[in-house]
């Protein structure tokens, strides 16, 4: 509105001084048309000089004329050229945009705002509405955005609907909005982004993200039954390690049994030879019958204890370290006697241990069994087996040594494995070390490790 009453005001006094040109030089033609008196000379002089001035006020017109014409080309090539940038940035933007008037119609949208939608720019503009491009599921929502901007009220300047392309096509969209001014008139103006891939990302990373829990859910209930199989396999093979070792008590039994019978026998012998030669006196009779009584209590004793030995226990419970050995020692050592086995106990240990007291027996009589069939299979001239009790720091120490010649290497590594045996099939089970190991490392959370000492093998269990 300034430039408009400043060209205005140009105007008027251009043509104030056109008025004042072509009045002075009307008055310079009637002064020239009139004739000069020979003696009036000043007169003459007035009218040259009137002339001359109203040439010169014509061709400072002229120049302020030219001026003022340059000045507007100039002001119309840089209102041109700054169109033209305009044109050329919005017209060219890959971003969608739009003008909207109070009634809803489309009054400029870009290139990139028409092929989103698959229009031509001469269909859209001045034309169509914007509720022709919007979702109708989402046009309630964005008819009320629309509303609340052109009155002035708080209405989101981002927010995402849906979108209906020309072949009816759903486009997901984030819309750009404000409002403003456009020849005294509110409009709404803004741009669009087509985020379809992003969604069509974000439901594929939701569908993902579902498969990967429903398969660590079972992924979970597979780790639970492949826990839980092996735990059976685990209770299987103790319950046939323990078979074994029943098998190995039954026949230490029969060991501790053979000589208490023998003696039984023999007092029943001499009492029948004392009788037939008349010199089985009363007090001679109580004699051999408390002796015999004695070897029955013996026997008696004997099943109590195998039948304690493997007993489970219900929870674990502390224990006597160096009573559990010369417990299964004592039940071990009548299988050594028949072979002139020698087993020692060396050392002691004070500290108790926590766990299954008949386990560990268990666990101990399987490394024991193994270092015995071992002096058998090698024939050792002296055999012997040593048990070395000790405390280190604080932890309880019980190394099973033995001179049978030791573990080879290549072996060494698989002596703990289950079904491992360097024995021909049906003579050994080959779960007696795999129990020992799994006893000590996972239900007594100690450690057992097996190396090769100075004469044979080397087996130490630290608790």
């Known amino acids: 509105m300034g430039g408009s009453s400043g060209r205005a005001g140009l105007f008027h006094r251009q043509v104030a001084a056109v008025s004042c040109a072509a009045g ?17 000379s000043d007169g003459y002089c007035q009218g040259i000089i009137s002339l ?26 840089a209102l041109h050229d700054s169109e033209e940038r305009y044109r050329l940035l919005v017209e060219n933007s890959l971003v969608p945009c739009y003008l909207i008037d109070q009634q809803g119609v489309v009054r400029y949208a870009n290139r990139s705002m028409c092929s989103l939608f698959g229009y031509q720019q001469d269909d859209v503009v001045g034309h169509m509405n914007f509720r022709d491009f919007v979702d109708p599921e989402h046009l309630t929502r964005v008819e009320e955005h629309f509303r609340a901007r052109l009155e002035g009220r708080e209405a989101p300047a981002r927010y995402e609907a849906d979108g209906r392309h020309r072949n009816g096509d759903t486009i997901h969209l984030e819309v750009l909005a404000t409002g403003g001014l456009c020849g005294g008139v509110r409009v709404a103006v ?17 569908e993902e993200q579902k498969q990967r829990e429903e398969m660590n859910r079972t992924l979970e209930e597979r780790i639970c039954e492949e826990v839980e199989r092996s735990r059976e396999k685990d209770r299987l093979m103790l319950q046939q390690a323990r078979f074994a070792a029943m098998g190995e008590m039954i026949g230490n039994i029969a060991h501790q049994w053979r000589q208490p019978l023998n003696k039984l026998g023999l007092a029943l012998q001499r009492m029948q030879m004392e009788q037939e030669k008349g010199i089985l006196t009363d007090q001679l009779m109580e004699e051999r019958v408390a002796n015999g009584m004695d070897q029955l209590l013996g026997l008696s004793r004997t099943i109590d204890d195998f039948r304690n030995f493997f007993r489970p226990d219900s929870d674990p419970a502390p224990f006597s370290l160096a009573g559990a050995v010369q417990k299964t020692v004592g039940f071990f050592e009548a299988s050594c006697n028949e072979h002139n086995i020698k087993i020692a106990i060396e050392g002691n240990s004070s500290l108790v241990c926590n766990g299954h007291v008949t386990e560990f027996r268990q666990a101990l009589l399987n490394i024991l069994n193994n270092a015995r069939d071992a002096l058998l299979d090698n024939r050792i001239a002296e055999p012997a087996i040593t048990i070395i009790l000790r405390d280190e720091e604080r932890r309880s120490v019980l ?11 290549e072996i060494i590594d698989k002596i703990f494995d289950p079904y491992f045996t360097t024995k021909g099939k049906g003579t050994r089970t080959g779960i007696g070390l795999y129990m020992a190991k799994t006893i000590i490392d996972q239900q007594m959370q100690g450690r057992i490790y097996a190396s090769n000492a100075a004469e044979g093998a080397e087996f130490r269990i630290v608790l």
Do not use: H, W, Y
């Open 52 to 77: 001359s001035l109203a040439v010169m006020l014509l061709l400072l017109f002229c120049l302020l004329l030219l001026q003022d014409r340059s000045r507007r080309r100039l002001a119309e090539r």
């Open 190 to 206: 803004g741009s669009v982004l087509d985020i379809s891939l992003r969604k069509r990302f974000e439901r594929l990373m939701l």
């Open 399 to 409: 190394t099973v040594r033995d001179n049978a010649g030791g573990i080879k290497p």
């Open 24 to 40: 002075l030089l009307r008055s310079a033609g009637a002064l020239a048309a009139e004739p000069v008196p020979p003696v009036a």
